[in-house]
């Protein structure tokens, strides 16, 4: 049987990754932003840290040493050299205002727990809690990704999901390959940093803003 | 030595992905496109055989990789135009470098990446592990990304972001799907590699919670749905079609569609195998029908030869989605048949379009007249592809769609007449469009083509050749792997 500390700790660290995505959703200045996402992988890192001790499972520090090391630090000073370099740090560009993206994101975490602890009566607590919590930072990320114009904020989003589904991955007890996932999830997350700062963006279309790129489309050279 | 013979001696599985791995970086480190290009028809030549021979030997089944009746179709498919289109990629790439849209290191890292693709793609269809197949789409989707990038210009850079951006969204639907499929199988398979591994999911399907599974098979539609490009999340498509260079437009609709609808097929056994899930039918019927629909609507509005192209990609993604649905022998011999004689023909017209583009300077079709009368075997050539896709007789899609409609309109005679609407919308604006591509007093830039032709004619042969006499051993093999489907 769990002992009532080890589910409290652990159902602290993933509701903490939830209340911090509600946090991304409502910053507006590119570094804000960017910190905001170093606490979101710093609280990953722990979660799955806790995970490893209590599941006994050592291979799952590997995932978390990946989510601090890159996520909570190499990604976010790349990105803040990014922003400083293309000099968008002014403001997030919203395409909904910051109200009803709230009031839209509750929404979806009251739905993934409608969904998910209905669903998932047959696992254990704490997979049911960190499903639970996993599905609402998917959800999240995803309304902040359709929510924002800029570039680098939809790739924050995206990262924002897949700490998510990290926190599914280990919550699901003795899942294997988790390792392997969170690494291939950090190549593809890598490639997209490395791809707008190499194909600068900026230089070419002038701003990263998404609605910018789409006036492009269907025009000719 | 015997043919058997020979190919017991060596690991064909482990060929089948280890000679476009080897590939990648001896591709990526030579230099000279001349060498690389001769070396990627080679290296897909290979890799071709050792698919082959996987029809004749058949490896154990391992805990990663695996070689059943249902993928072997998938492999030899997936290897054969793969092969064919690098056959036309090596004449057609070679005057990209001339016009200066690539230079020679970009070409260099073009042939890395079309193994790098290719091994994606083998490693998702022979994975017998839910996390390994997963791993290999994102991978085929990581190097698709790259190519459509490629030339570098405003639009390619959209494209591939988009195509980016909701390929990501997608493989992240997939893997809490898959997640959810873990969580559902541990209870009753136990902790461990086991728990994930498709053979052992399968024989106990039946025992698992289905109402997690029923969640778990939507995130996996939505997901993998997204990279087979069905309605709802098809807006990468087009894009990534129109702006990358075209062999990989021919991949993508050949191949990749194929890669991600499988893995859709293999979730779709295991929720079958379990009686109290959802049937994941309907599901599929709904998302097919929509796709057809709407494409073959959105056909009419198009003035880029390659988008007009990608969206009957979808219209024809949406059919063999919706075949699949309907599920039963029939309509699943008809699935395969039409997915099989679909990948030929597209990519077939795909290499006509990418001779038309290279000799007309353009993609407009506006600008695109008379092709029968400047290029004749090309202006033919597209026709009679164009005359496939759209359904009609004597080639080997009129048949595969014959398939389908009877098959439906024997159970769901509603559904198909919807069907049919979709269809003959599509089929009208095919032949409008190209009535206009291929007759006429030809405009424009009329340079002689420089791609190969025999690709094309390749494909077409075989598509007319299935229209006309499907051999017996195919029919009772892909009969028998329309019974597995279920």
């Known amino acids: 049987m769990i002992s009532p500390l080890v589910y409290d700790v652990a159902h602290l660290l993933a509701g903490g990754m939830v209340l911090v995505s509600f946090m991304l959703l409502y910053q507006d200045r590119m570094h804000g932003l ?54 968008i740090h002014r403001s997030v ?57 800029n570039a680098v904020s939809q790739v924050v989003g995206l990262m924002s999901i897949e700490n998510g589904l990290i926190l599914a991955a280990t919550g699901a007890k ?13 190549v593809l997350v890598a490639f997209i940093v490395i791809g707008i700062f190499l194909f600068r963006i900026r230089e070419r279309f002038d701003t990263v803003d998404m609605q910018a790129l789409d006036r492009f489309r269907g025009e000719s050279q | 030595m015997t043919f058997s013979g020979f190919v017991s001696g060596f690991d064909a599985l482990g060929a089948v992905l280890l000679i476009p791995l080897a590939s990648i970086f001896i591709l990526a480190l030579l230099p000279g496109y001349r060498v690389t290009a001769l070396l990627n028809v080679l290296a897909s030549l290979l890799t071709l055989l050792a698919a082959i021979s996987l029809l004749f030997v058949r490896p154990e089944v391992g805990s990663l990789l695996f070689v059943d009746d249902l993928n072997v179709v998938f492999i030899v498919l997936n290897t054969l135009v793969g092969f064919t289109t690098s056959l036309f990629s090596a004449s057609y790439i070679a005057h990209e470098l001339e016009t200066g849209r690539l230079t020679p290191t970009y070409l260099r890292f073009y042939h890395a990446m079309y193994q790098a693709m290719m091994f994606g793609m083998n490693l998702a269809l022979l994975a017998n592990n839910i996390g390994l197949l997963w791993v290999a789409v994102e991978l085929a989707t990581l190097t698709t990304v790259m190519m459509v990038g490629i030339y570098r210009t405003h639009e390619a850079l959209e494209a591939a972001w988009k195509y980016f951006i909701l390929g990501s969204v997608g493989i992240a639907l997939a893997l809490f799907g898959t997640i959810l499929v873990y969580v559902a ?57 129109a702006e990358g260079p075209t062999p990989i437009s021919a991949v993508l609709s050949g191949l990749l569609l194929n890669v991600a609808l499988y893995a859709v097929l293999r979730f779709k056994m295991l929720m079958t195998a379990n009686e109290a899930a959802l049937a994941p039918g309907p599901l599929m019927v709904t998302m097919g029908l929509t796709s057809l629909i709407f494409a073959s609507f959105m056909l009419y509005r198009r003035r880029d030869i390659k988008r007009l192209f990608a969206y009957s990609s979808i219209e024809h993604m949406g059919i063999i989605t919706f075949a699949f649905g309907m599920g039963g022998p029939l309509a699943n011999f008809a699935g395969l048949l039409h997915m099989t004689m679909h990948s030929l023909t597209k990519s077939a017209i795909f290499f006509a379009v990418g001779n038309i583009a290279q000799a007309k300077g353009t993609q407009k079709i506006a600008d695109i007249r008379g092709l029968t009368e400047s290029h004749p075997v090309l202006g033919w050539g597209l026709l009679v592809g164009v005359v496939a896709i759209a359904g009609l007789p004597p080639l080997g899609i009129f048949m595969s769609e014959f398939l389908v409609v009877t098959s439906t309109f024997a159970r769901q005679p509603l559904l198909a007449i919807l069907l049919v609407l979709g269809l003959l919308v599509a089929l009208g604006a095919l032949l409008w469009r190209v009535t206009g591509i291929a007759f006429g007093t030809p405009v424009g830039r009329m340079e002689p083509v420089h791609g190969s032709h025999l690709p094309m004619f390749a494909h077409l042969v075989l598509v007319l050749g299935a229209g006309l006499y499907l051999p017996p051993p195919l029919v009772a093999w892909f009969q028998h792997v329309a019974n597995l489907l279920g």
């Open chain 1, 93 to 149: 560009e919203t395409v909904v205002g910051i109200g009803p993206t709230m009031l839209a994101g509750m929404g979806l975490v009251a739905l993934s727990m409608a969904l998910m602890l209905r669903v998932t009566s047959a696992a254990d607590a704490l997979a049911r809690q960190d499903l639970a919590f996993a599905l609402s930072v998917v959800l999240l990320g995803l309304l902040m990704m359709v929510s924002r114009r």
């Open chain 2, 185 to 241: 199988s541990q209870p009753v398979i136990g902790e461990g590699l086991d728990a994930m591994t498709w053979t052992i999911l399968i024989e106990h399907a039946a025992q698992f919670d289905a109402a997690l599974l029923n969640v778990a098979f939507v995130f996996l539609l939505l997901g993998y749905g997204t990279k087979v490009g069905l309605a709802p999340v098809h807006a990468w498509l087009p894009d990534a079609h």
């Open chain 1, 34 to 87: 960017l910190n905001v996402f170093a606490l979101h992988a710093v609280i990953l890192a722990l979660s799955v840290s806790w995970e490893a001790y209590i599941q006994d499972a050592p291979h799952l520090f590997i995932t978390a040493a990946i989510a601090l090391i890159v996520k909570a630090i190499i990604i976010p000073l790349a990105l803040h050299r990014i922003v400083r370099r293309l000099n």
């Open chain 1, 174 to 186: 003795g899942m294997p390959l988790v390792v392997e996932i969170s690494v291939a999830f950090s």
